[in-house]
């Protein structure tokens, strides 16, 4: 059977996002025909050039597997879409490949002047095939790598997959290696620059480092950064990366994606930085929201939400049920997942002057309200957020932030065998968690009643032996709670943690970025999740992350 035609459904859930696309460039009828025409082509081999029309454009790759990804990564996703100001902003495309990037920022901005440096000779070819085919006017395209020092530098070509390749050896998966020019990018910022974008595959260090010693940082208002998260090392450095983006005077919004299955493995992370000059952010696009601390689960959802049974189409209805009974190592089994998502979604949940409640295997799980039982219900066992990977002799596993007791009980039947300490210092939150222990026999957790003082002086005053795994739910009192357990030495204590987070870009001091540098310090090498809206990645509001951090000698 062709390929095009094994998953229908997939498909035409992708053909109506394609038409749905807000801010579609250079417009919804081609980015449909292009998308169609690509679907159409799947399985051509990957080593036959590939072209395709989208809209007055005609694309050009090595591969129908190069088109597709940066198709989908640069037109459909919008990784690169920002508004400037004036009629002819600058630009540079540091890291241009074939050159997409550049065709995106035409299409947006027509009369912006823009440099784009690329050191590999294939894709240099094509990216003035991409640009001088497509009369594309005031593109300057310089073949070179950027770096810390002009010179010389043996670059790694990546045969199967082009964006791979690198200066650095770890990068490229194959292919051969040539010499290449490398440049200080700092030599031809002539002016103000509206948009730096910069993907150079784990040789970003250099770049930033060379515009902040020769001054030129200052003349560049905002940045897209994709920085390679522990490029062939163990050891995580992103927020001794930040601080260089703080000093230099930047705010910033992380955005980052981690599976489940991939969290405190040690392996290597693509994370995209939007940053931006204070005072230079601005708001979002009309039609676009700044996310506010009460859309923090919505931020972080890895996927799209399972609404309750009652409240989707049947058609979701029978895909979310099939993903329900596929999710891997499911707490406390999926059908008994999937019987509470169908009872969710019934309308007789709520009894006068009762609390909500749905039965989950042998538990019943108790809320405020209906809304409330579904959000938690599913940031705790859909999303698996707390989903430790702790060995199964782990004694003592910390929930501070426990909210209504969700998490607790995951984290209880996740670990039978430890002692759960639950705390939490919201009253109507606190009884509800209470009950939640109480009414379901929870025989290994002790909820913690609070005490006088801070939250964070209160936890560390609770820790006095080794902690399997911390769970820290505490939005903008993460780093504040991180901060007095290194103070008090209780850090130390710790062995993995996850942190869940708000980060307030508008504060002269970046919060995420001081978070990471205390756990680099502490001796953690951590993964990160972050989502930042397409329309609204300079916006000065807060953003929602996660941090799931270890050990290095165990991570």
Known sequence: MHPALLAPFRLLREARSVLRLPHAVPDTRALFRCWLALRLAAGRGDSQPFSARLGPLTLHAHSWMEMDFLFNEVFLGREYFVALPGPAPRLIDCGANIGFATLYFKLRHPSARVTCFEPNPSCFALLEKNVRGNDLADVELIQAACGRENGAAKFYMSTGFSPMSSLDERRARDGAACDVRVVRLSDSVDGEVDLLKLDVEGAEWGVIEDLIASGKMARVRRMIIEYHHRCGAKNSEAGRFLQLLEDAGFTYSVGAFVTPVRKYAGTFQDVMIYAARRGTGGAAEPGGTAPGLELVNEQLQTDKPLRPA?????????????????????????????????????????????????????????????????????????????????????????????????????????????????????????????????????????????????????LAGQLSEPVDFLKLDAGEAALPVLVALQSTGKLALVKRLAVRGFHRRAASENGLGRLLRLLEAAGFTYDLLGHVPRESQFSTEGQAFMVFASRLAEG
């Open 310 to 458: 009652s409240w989707a189409r049947p058609w979701r209805r029978l895909r979310d049920t099939r993903r329900i009974l596929r999710l891997p190592d499911a707490k406390p089994g999926a059908r008994a997942l999937l019987e509470a998502w169908r009872e969710i979604g019934s309308a007789k949940l709520v009894a006068p002057g009762e609390p909500a409640r749905c039965r989950l295997a042998s538990h019943t799980l108790f809320a405020r309200d209906t809304e409330e039982l579904w959000r938690c219900f599913d940031d705790v066992f859909f999303g698996r957020h707390w989903d430790a990977k702790l060995p199964g002799d782990a004694a003592l596993v910390v929930d501070f932030g426990a909210g209504i007791g969700f998490s607790t009980l995951y984290l209880a039947l996740a670990h039978p065998a430890a002692r759960v300490l639950a705390f939490e210092s919201d009253p109507a939150a606190a009884a509800l968690l209470n009950r939640n222990v109480r009414e379901n026999r929870l025989q290994n957790v002790t909820v913690v009643s609070p005490g006088s003082g801070s939250p964070s002086e209160w």
